[in-house]
């Protein structure tokens, strides 16, 4: 792999470090980056299933994800993953992430992982061909493409270290801090660097030293490296052997920090754990003078290498290995954005025409579109093109359950509203009020039940005993007056349609089963309209390619009785115009139709 990121290169972020996700997309925008690099943000905690973030002065929302195997699925795309998990779960989340597999990167941020599980964990990632970076790092950037969390610091610091575009030095280092630092040193004295990979503070780290540095001798965009070492380890040493048997030709500059230790009586520990040296070879005076004496430019110290870079570049530059860069044009990351407080993801109507999931109305609106109130339902419903045989079985739903007559509740009280002169809004609403468990709700309750069943690998008679210990009569079972001798020609139409036009009906098979034990008890007990209608609905969406999770989702929120609500306000909008037309007086119930049973009260 000669580059590590690309422009198109997206992420899954573990952990809602919104901060470090932020200033992601903010370089995004800035570089004009086609689509965002964070995919997917997994967060285990939260309820929510999106978070809203900036995108220039536009917000954009960033799906949530329980786990790593959920945002993989949704968003399989995304081949790196930025583990931001505490020390107490890193390596767990890591290992879940190798063992899951699609990644080809993984950075991990915490330090102080247990040593024994993080040779481990780096010994199963090289198997696996996954590069990892860190733990104890802040990441890496492929500058004009795409940067890891917070390296760099902020945008302007990006820009003025010139971050924003690919330069011409490879630049890897085990400090974070280090890392911006020598990006500005080097963009000060060179064009700034062309990939960068701060490889982590801990003493085992997934990617060396020369795991970066040989696959940017493989990157055409590299020129030179810059190594940044420190007293402590011997992973230096690779670097040297790679230059002695030519695998590595391109110029290295290299330096090792914690020339200072050798003024301590005792031996020392810098900053990060893998910084103590425990032998002569690994102090930073020894590896330094070890690798000037391969050829790598090694300056007297710290304080010499600006010298040193601008003296490198300019050689290249004038052999013409280095060409000058045109600065691209940026974006501006506007200093002030309001985040906007509704979000719609159904339609817009910002444009010359209001659009229904994407599409103009006209396309879908008039008849020469060969669309229908189904197409209409499965856009502003589902976000999705439906099929043609699933639209018009939605269509036939609706006009399935128009109307029921005017004895129904919600029929009464739409009619008894429009007699008392309110407005055909007011009457309707008062209808609508009705629907609920006890009228029309067995929809919902047929599609979850006979779902749960099903999933449950229940027989008929294991679930007639499951809904008596739930003390709930079946929903979708049972009719006042249709029976196996009186059929309900509704339910007839509906599962003549769905045998010739579904794919296939598993879950209307299973409940037909339950019917026939049902009707053997009782010959009125047979799977009515509602019943028909729910599980008719979940074969749909199963023969539609809808996961068992997002089925269960819609029954939960109501989505069947939705529909249930669309084809009843017809009838109850056909009652109420039809009171209005007859102009029929203010209704009074009839006394002798009430049991009037008032004794006096008693006195307290």
């Not at 929302?61 to 995304?78: E, G, R």
């Not at 690798?291 to 010298?307: C, K, Q, R, T, Y």
């Not at 929809?443 to 779902?451: E, P, S, W």
């Amino acid at each position: 792999m000669a580059q590590l990121f690309s422009r198109d290169t997206q992420a899954i972020f573990w952990n809602n470090n919104k901060t470090a996700i932020q200033r992601m997309l903010d370089y995004d925008y800035t570089i004009k980056r086609d689509k965002p690099s964070v995919a997917g943000i997994v967060a285990p905690t939260s309820g929510n299933k999106f978070e809203k973030f900036f995108y220039g002065p536009d917000e954009v929302m960033i799906p949530l994800f329980k786990t790593t195997a959920d945002a993989k699925a949704a968003q399989p795309q995304a081949d790196v993953l930025l583990n931001f998990a505490s020390f107490r779960t890193a390596y767990d989340v890591t290992m879940e992430a190798l063992n899951h597999g699609g990644f080809s990167s993984i950075m991990i941020t915490a330090e102080g992982i247990p040593e024994r599980l993080a040779r481990g964990m780096n010994e199963f990632a090289r198997s696996k061909e996954v590069t990892i970076i860190g733990p104890a790092t802040v990441g890496g950037i492929a500058p004009g493409a795409f940067k890891i969390a917070n390296v760099g610091g902020t945008i302007e610091n990006i820009v003025n270290s010139k971050l924003h575009r690919a330069g011409s030095c490879g630049l890897v280092t085990r400090s974070g801090g280090l890392f911006n630092e020598l990006s500005n040193i080097i963009s000060i004295n060179a064009d700034g660097i062309a990939e960068g990979v701060a490889i982590g503070g801990d003493r085992f780290v997934g990617s060396v030293f020369i795991d970066n540095l040989l696959r940017m001798e493989a990157n055409p965009e590299v020129k030179y490296m810059l190594l940044l070492g420190e007293v402590g380890g011997t992973e230096e040493y690779k670097v040297i052997e790679a230059i002695k048997d030519g695998r590595i030709t391109k110029p290295v500059i290299a330096w090792c920090i914690g020339t200072i230790a050798k003024y301590y009586d005792s031996g020392v520990q810098f900053g990060h754990a893998g910084a103590s040296a425990n032998a002569d070879s690994e102090t930073a005076e020894f590896k330094n003078k070890a690798m000037a004496e391969v050829g790598i430019h090694v300056p007297a110290s710290f304080n010499d290498l600006p010298e040193i870079i601008s003296g490198v570049y300019k050689e290249l530059h004038a052999e013409g290995v280095i060409k000058d860069i045109v600065e691209p044009a940026l974006n501006i990351v506007p200093k002030v954005r309001r985040s906007k407080e509704f979000i719609c993801t159904i339609s817009d109507d910002r444009g010359e025409e209001c659009t229904y999931a994407g599409f103009p109305i006209s396309s879908v609106a008039t008849p020469d579109t060969g669309k229908g109130i189904g197409d209409v339902i499965s856009l502003l419903w589902f976000k999705k093109q439906y099929p043609q045989w699933a639209t018009e079985f939605i269509e036939t739903v609706i006009k399935t359950v128009a109307d029921h007559g005017p004895a129904v509740s919600g029929a009464h009280n739409a009619k008894v509203t429009a007699r008392a002169g309110k407005s055909v809004v007011e009457s309707l609403v008062t209808g609508l009020l009705t629907i609920g468990p006890r009228f029309g709700g067995a929809i919902d309750g047929a599609a979850k039940y006979f779902k749960y069943a099903d999933d449950n690998d229940l027989d008929p008679k294991a679930f007639l005993k499951y809904m008596k210990g739930e003390g709930v009569p079946i929903p979708g079972i049972g009719h006042r007056i249709k029976s196996l001798k009186n059929p309900d020609l509704r339910v007839t139409g509906l599962m003549n349609y769905a045998a010739e036009h579904f794919p296939s009906t598993p879950l209307l098979d299973y409940a037909r089963t339950v019917e026939a034990l049902t009707t053997s008890k009782k010959e009125n007990l047979i799977l009515n309209v509602d019943g028909t209608i729910g599980i008719l609905m979940v074969d749909m969406w199963r023969a539609l390619g809808y996961s068992e999770d997002e089925i269960n989702e819609f029954i939960e929120s109501g989505t069947l009785n939705a529909f249930f609500i669309v084809g009843r306000s017809i009838g109850f909008i056909s009652h109420v115009l039809d009171e209005k037309r007859l102009a029929m007086p203010m209704y009074r119930h009839p006394m002798d139709d009430i049991l009037y049973d008032v004794p006096e009260a008693e006195e307290i």
